[in-house]
Every structure is written in structure tokens, then in C-alpha cells.
């Protein structure tokens, strides 16, 4: 009986095995589908988190051109929620938080930049407000000008000098900066010049005569020949009173150079930059010492501005730089010194050209008193020619320091100039 029974208890061991084994198997089975699902959600709230801050982020810069203060605000919204999430990483939220922290910082700098061009353009609409506002009243001034300018022709035209000349006078100290205004004075006083210059030359008439008696009386006597020359003596003095002092090779080529065109714009350079930068510029030697220096109340330090960017002669850039530390200069042993005003002018020199072959006159058709006019007004020629034309800003009817005059008793000119001057007049340069 127990022998038969035996192999149905083995059956029912081995099905009772077989279940608890399947039993086994399906509950591991489980854990796993359980531990990939919860990644699976993790992974989903992950990137539905991240699509939400991206989200933001495309928002704002749509709105940062329009409005990026709205935009930054939206910024620092999705940064805050950027904080509170867990759904990320920690490595992934550094790199956003790099990149909001980036936005925002670019989002305040066009802020910064549009308050900078609202800026601007305020400054640039009062400065054009001025400037239209400028221009209106300086058409008002011109019209003003113009109508006074006319006054003084009409007074001119009529006889009545004197008022017109007080009135060029009135219009020039009104308009200071008026060219046209300016111009109508120095009318009156060239004008002004004249007649007295009519006037002395009357009363010198009486003079004159005394002084040159001899050659009245010869300008009376006909001229035996087609031209009648000096005698070979006078001749002689003339020639050497006008020979011509030559210059040396370095001199002749620093005046060149004074007189060459340079562009420059110098803004709060140094006093010692600026003349080691024309003497690599130009090739002269220029001279400041320390003792100018100090007497000008100067420095190698002392700061200068100057802005010749369309050009100007190296002579006139070199003195509005000096002028700058009240200092000047001279031509001298070859060189350029640097001094104070002062100390020029104690260097100035007074020298005589004789100008008797170009202004002495002998023409016995005008008579003794025409041909005393004649060669002072030649005189004249040639001392304004001079004026103009050599080194016009050192004469003072133009601010500097030097003078000339025409003695009619000599046939000459006194001039008291510098030696550059001097050197120009007594022999010029090639």
C-alpha cells in the first residue's frame, strides 16, 4: 500500500516545489518593474522641468528687444523656480543657472545701453535746440550788422567821417566776434591813418624841402642822358648798403622748416612730449632748458593742447605750444631757444636797411612836392609788404613785439626784430 502511495506523494512534492520556486521569481520580477518605472517618472519630471525653464528662457529673449526689464523679470522668476526644483540634477542646474545668470546680465546691459542712448540723444536734441536758437540770433545779429554797416557807408559817402568812424568803432565793440565788424573798423582806422598821414605830410612839406635841398634842386636840373646813373662812388655806398648777409646752410634750413606746413592735435600732452615729438617731426634742434622753464613758472610736466589737424607752418605751432607755458622762442647759434616773452623781447634788435635805390626818385615832371609823396608813399609800400609778408604775428599791429618805420631823411627803414627776422630781411633763403 505504501509502496503504491509513493509516487503520488513524490508528484505532490515536486508540483509544492515548483510553485514556491514560480511564486519566487515573480515576486523579484515585480521589484524590478517597480524600481524602472519610478526612473522612468523621475526621467519624464526631469525633462517636463527643464522644458519649462527652456520654455521661459526662449520667452525672454523674445521680449529682452522690446522690453528688458520685462524680460529680466521673467528671468529671475524661472531662476527662482530653477532653485526650488529637485526633478534635475545638480550638475544639470549649475549649467542653467550659468545660463540665466548670463541672460540677465545681458538683458541689464541693454538697459544700461538704451538709458546711455536716451542719453545721448537728449544731449544731441539740446545741443541742435542751441544751436538752431544760436543760428537764429546770429541771423538777427547779421541783419543788425548790415543795417548799421549801411548807416556808415551813407555817412562815409556823405562827407561826415568822423561820425562814420565813431560808429565802426561802436559796431566793433559790440560785435567782437564779428569778422564784418571787425573789418569796418580797421576801415575807419586805415582811413583814419590816411588822413593824418595827408596832414603830417603837409606840415613836412616846409621840412622836407630843407632836408633834401640838394636833390630838389637837382630834380630840377634836366638829365643830360636817356638815364642818368649815381656817380660810381654813390654807386658803390648804395650797393654795399643793400648787400645781402648770407646765411649759413643750418640757418637757411631752419627757417625752411619754420615756414613748412605740419598737422598736429596734441590733448593734455606733456610740455617735454610735444617738443621731442617736433623735433623727430621736423629735424630741429630746439633748446629748453630747466632755467626758462622756471622762470616762466613752467615744467617738462606742464600740460598743453593744441588741434592743427588741417594743418599749419611749424613756426606758428611752436609758438601757440609755448604760448601755452607763457614761453617763446629765438633762432640763435644755429639752434631754437626757449625762453619767456620777457627775455625775447630784451633780444630784440634794431637794424637799418637802406632803401634809397627803391624809393628815391628823381623826376623833374612832378616837381619837388609829388616826388616827396611819391617816395613816402613808396616808403609805405614797403614797409606794409614787409609786415605781410615776413613773419606777419611778431610785428606788434598783430600782437608781437617788433617795429618798423620809414625814415624819409635817410631813405631807410628802422626795424627792431628778432635775429630770425633779421636774418629773413637781410638776406632771405633759398
Known amino acids: 500500500m505504501l509502496t503504491r502511495l509513493s509516487p503520488l506523494f513524490d508528484g505532490l512534492a515536486a508540483c509544492a516545489l515548483g510553485c514556491v520556486l514560480v511564486g519566487s521569481l515573480t515576486a523579484k520580477d515585480g521589484k524590478n518593474d517597480l524600481v524602472d518605472q519610478t526612473k522612468r517618472q523621475q526621467e519624464v519630471a526631469a525633462q517636463k522641468a527643464e522644458s ?83 543760428d537764429a540770433e546770429r541771423k538777427v545779429e547779421e541783419e543788425k550788422i548790415k543795417r548799421d554797416l549801411a548807416t556808415i557807408r551813407v555817412l562815409r559817402d556823405s562827407g561826415k567821417t568822423d561820425e562814420a568812424n565813431r560808429q565802426a568803432d561802436e559796431l566793433a565793440r559790440r560785435y567782437p566776434n564779428s569778422p564784418v565788424a571787425q573789418a569796418s573798423k580797421r576801415i575807419s582806422d586805415t582811413n583814419e591813418r590816411i588822413a593824418e598821414t595827408r596832414r603830417l605830410q603837409k606840415e613836412k612839406e616846409a621840412r622836407t624841402d630843407k632836408v633834401i635841398g640838394s636833390d630838389i634842386t637837382k630834380s630840377a636840373t634836366p638829365p643830360k642822358d636817356d638815364i642818368e646813373f649815381p656817380p660810381p662812388e654813390q654807386w658803390a655806398r648804395l650797393t654795399k648798403a643793400r648787400a645781402k648777409k648770407q646765411l649759413t646752410e643750418k640757418e637757411q634750413q631752419i627757417l625752411k622748416t619754420l615756414d613748412s606746413s605740419i598737422k598736429a592735435d596734441f590733448k593734455d600732452s606733456r610740455l617735454e612730449d610735444v617738443i621731442d615729438f617736433l ?47 607763457n614761453l617763446t622762442y629765438i633762432v640763435k647759434d644755429e639752434a631754437i631757444t626757449v625762453m619767456t616773452p620777457e627775455r625775447a623781447k630784451a633780444t630784440l634788435v634794431t637794424k637799418t636797411y637802406y632803401l634809397g635805390d627803391l624809393v628815391g626818385y628823381t623826376d623833374v615832371t612832378l616837381g619837388p612836392v609829388l616826388t616827396q609823396a611819391k617816395m613816402l608813399a613808396a616808403g609805405r609800400e614797403i614797409v606794409e609788404m614787409i609786415k605781410g609778408s615776413v613773419d606777419p604775428n611778431s610785428w606788434r599791429d598783430n600782437g608781437g613785439e617788433g617795429t618798423i618805420v620809414f625814415d624819409p631823411r635817410t631813405l631807410s627803414i628802422i626795424v627792431k626784430q628778432t635775429s630770425e627776422v633779421h636774418s629773413i630781411l637781410g638776406s632771405g633763403y633759398k
Not at 529682452?64 to 526689464?69: E, I, M, T, V
Not at 622762470?295 to 592743427?308: I, M, Q, R, W
Open 279 to 325: 623735433q623727430t617731426r621736423t629735424g630741429l634742434s630746439i633748446i629748453l632748458d630747466k632755467a626758462a622753464l622756471d622762470e616762466a613758472n613752467a615744467s617738462y610736466d606742464t600740460l598743453v593742447s593744441a588741434n592743427f589737424k588741417q594743418g599749419v607752418s611749424v613756426r606758428t605751432l611752436l609758438r601757440v605750444v609755448l604760448g601755452k607755458a
Open 52 to 134: 519649462d525653464i527652456r520654455a521661459s528662457l526662449v520667452a525672454a529673449e523674445k521680449l529682452a528687444s522690446a522690453d528688458p526689464a520685462k524680460a529680466i523679470e521673467l528671468l529671475k522668476s524661472a531662476q527662482a523656480k530653477l532653485e526650488d526644483t529637485t526633478e534635475l540634477t545638480e550638475a544639470r542646474r549649475s549649467v542653467l543657472k550659468r545660463v540665466f545668470a548670463d541672460r540677465i546680465r545681458v538683458a541689464e546691459a541693454m538697459i544700461d545701453q538704451a538709458k546711455q542712448d536716451a542719453k545721448e540723444k537728449a544731449e544731441k536734441d539740446a545741443k541742435d535746440s542751441t544751436q538752431r536758437a544760436d
